[in-house]
T-cell receptor
C-alpha cells in the first residue's frame, strides 16, 4: 500500500457519459497530481493541485476538470466521454520540497464503450 | 517542453544476465526518478537522483545520473523473474512557481527469460 488511495479501481461507462475519479493523497502530502496512461501516449501529466489550489496544467482536455477539497482529497471529473478516453488514470501525491518524490496510487482503469 | 527518450523500448534478457536501460532528456535534468510498473498496475518508486554524478543502489538495481549528458541509466545485475515489468523514468518539470509534476518517458518493457 503506497498510502495514495484511488477509487474506483475499475469503471466501465458509455460514450457521452460523465464519471468522477477520486484520490486520497498520502497523509501529510499537500500536492496531488493526475496522470493519464494510454498505450499510444504513455504517461501524461494532466493537472496538479496544491493545498486546494490549481498549481499547474498539463495535457488536460477541456472536457476534464479537477478539484482538491479542504481535506486534501481530489476528484477528477471526465465528461462527454469518448472511446479514446479509455485509459489508466493515476493520482500521485508529494510532500513539501519533493524530497520524498512522488507516490502513486494503484490507478483507476476507465473503459468507455 | 521537456521530452524523455528511453532506450531500448523493449528488452528480453535471460535470467541471471545484466542489463542497462537509458533515459535521455531534451533539457537539463533537475530531478530524475525511476519507477517500475507491473502491467496494468500502479507505479512503484525505485530511486530518485538529483545531483550530477549521483549514483544510488537498491538490492540489484543501480541508477546513475550524468548531468552533462542529460542522461540517466538504470542497471540491473543478475536479473531475476521479479525484475520483469515496465521501467519508467520521470523528470521534474519546472515553471516559475516551482516543480509541476513529472514528465515521463514511454517506458522500457523488460522480459526475463528463465
Amino acid at each position: 500500500d503506497s498510502g495514495v488511495t484511488q477509487t474506483p479501481k475499475h469503471l466501465i461507462t458509455a460514450t457521452g457519459q460523465r464519471v468522477t475519479l477520486r484520490c486520497s493523497p498520502r497523509s501529510g502530502d499537500l500536492s496531488v497530481y493526475w496522470y493519464q496512461q494510454s498505450l499510444d501516449q504513455g504517461l501524461q501529466f494532466l493537472i496538479q493541485y496544491y493545498n486546494g489550489e490549481e498549481r499547474a496544467k498539463g495535457n488536460i482536455l477541456e472536457r476534464f476538470s479537477a478539484q482538491q477539497f479542504p481535506d486534501l482529497h481530489s476528484e477528477l471529473n471526465l465528461s462527454s466521454l469518448e472511446l479514446g478516453d479509455s485509459a489508466l488514470y493515476f493520482c500521485a501525491s508529494s510532500g513539501r520540497g519533493q524530497n520524498y518524490g512522488y507516490t502513486f496510487g494503484s490507478g483507476t482503469r476507465l473503459t468507455v464503450v | 517542453s521537456q521530452e524523455l527518450e528511453q532506450s531500448p523500448q523493449s528488452l528480453i534478457v535471460q535470467e541471471g544476465k545484466n542489463l542497462t536501460i537509458n533515459c535521455t532528456s531534451s533539457k537539463t535534468l533537475y530531478g530524475l526518478y525511476w519507477y517500475k510498473q507491473k502491467y496494468g498496475e500502479g507505479l512503484i518508486f525505485l530511486m530518485m537522483l538529483q545531483k550530477g554524478g549521483e549514483e544510488k543502489s537498491h538490492e540489484k538495481i543501480t541508477a546513475k545520473l550524468d548531468e552533462k549528458k542529460q542522461q540517466s541509466s538504470l542497471h540491473i545485475t543478475a536479473s531475476q523473474p521479479s525484475h520483469a515489468g515496465i521501467y519508467l523514468c520521470g523528470a521534474d518539470t519546472y515553471s516559475g512557481g516551482g516543480a509541476d509534476g513529472l514528465t515521463f518517458g514511454k517506458g522500457t518493457h523488460l522480459i526475463i527469460q528463465p
